[in-house]
T-cell receptor, first 111, second 113 residues
Framework: NAGVTQTPKFQVLKTGQSMTLQCAQD?????MYWYRQDPGMGLRLIYY???????DKGEVPNGYNVSRLNKREFSLRLESAAPSQTSVYFC??????????FGPGTRLTVT | QQQVKQSPQSLIVQKGGIPIINCAYE??????FPWYQQFPGKGPALLIA?????SEKKEGRFTISFNKSAKQFSLHIMDSQPGDSATYFC????????????FGKGTLLTVNP
């Protein structure tokens, strides 16, 4: 039982490049989330998926797209990376009672 | 508008001390108040959570105190240990049944031996 897994762990992009961050959970949860964490800012919600086939915007969605591929997988795509998207990205899945379980994160640097 | 304000930003205590971290929120519709613990290089992990129908919840050495009328909740760590040194985040559920969490900015706790 791996919980929530994320790939890659680290990534360096040049401005304008694109990439997809992958997330998978093996806890059979319906809801999944993408957050970004910046120093002194806490975690901020980018997008979430309440169930397979649905996605919705969070607090900071601009510059990102998501895909809920199936119940297990929820990916985050940066179409044209900008330095302002340098951050640590966390995926989470939620149990029925509300607890969110976080992955280990992806550290992204955009130069 | 910041939906949840967390204080202090950092806190240093001696082993055995009782650090207290506070959070204040604005919206009385929030219905779920978790605390997360994060170690460097790791993802946040749920520590303890409370709902507004109770005023206190204890799990081991960790206690949440909840004051609905003041719109405040706090985390107390009893008999703190150096291994408790981490960043702590409070959060509120601002999304109803979707559980969209809004996080405080975090408190860096250092417990000295």
């Amino acid at each position: 039982n791996a919980g929530v897994t994320q790939t890659p762990k680290f990534q360096v992009l040049k401005t304008g490049q694109s990439m997809t961050l992958q997330c998978a959970q093996d806890m059979n949860h319906n809801s999944m989330y993408w957050y970004r964490q910046d120093p002194g800012m806490g975690l901020r919600l980018i997008y979430y998926s309440a169930s397979e086939g649905t996605t919705d915007k969070g607090e900071v969605p601009n510059g990102y797209n998501v895909s809920r591929l199936n119940k297990r997988e929820f990916s985050l795509r940066l179409e044209s990376a900008a330095p302002s998207q340098t951050s640590v990205y966390f995926c989470a899945s939620r149990a029925t009672a509300g607890e969110q379980y976080f992955g280990p994160g992806t550290r992204l640097t955009v130069t | 508008q910041q939906q949840v304000k967390q204080s202090p930003q950092s806190l240093i205590v001696q082993k055995g001390g009782i650090p207290i971290i506070n959070c204040a929120y604005e919206n009385t519709a929030f219905d779920y108040f978790p605390w997360y613990q994060q170690f460097p290089g790791k993802g946040p992990a749920l520590l303890i959570a409370i709902r507004p129908d109770v005023s206190e919840k204890k799990e081991g050495r960790f206690t949440i105190s909840f004051n609905k009328s003041a719109k405040q909740f706090s985390l107390h760590i009893m008999d703190s240990q150096p291994g408790d040194s981490a960043t702590y985040f409070c959060a509120v559920n601002s999304g109803g049944s979707n559980y969209k969490l809004t996080f405080g900015k975090g408190t860096l706790l250092t417990v000295n031996p």
